[in-house]
């Protein structure tokens, strides 16, 4: 019982991982440098759903070339 109780909680922490105004924990000079955009998925890397974002970021404004 107890350790359910306990993933509620550690549950509910990770939802609150994003706010309307940005990510929690993202530093506050933490800028993508490929977009330039502050408090977004790719401006801080700390996880691997966060790379992804930047590394998608980084392909729309830099452009892949597509091979055939």
């Known amino acids: 019982m107890n350790y359910r109780k306990y993933k509620q909680e550690d549950n509910q922490k990770k939802k609150r991982m994003y706010t309307p105004e940005g990510y ?4 506050q000079d933490a800028k993508c440098p490929y977009c330039g955009e502050k408090q977004k998925s790719c401006s801080y890397t700390n996880s691997l759903s966060r790379s992804w974002a930047r590394s998608a970021c980084s392909k729309k404004h830099n452009g892949e070339k597509k091979y055939t």
């Open 24 to 27: 929690i924990d993202d530093p």
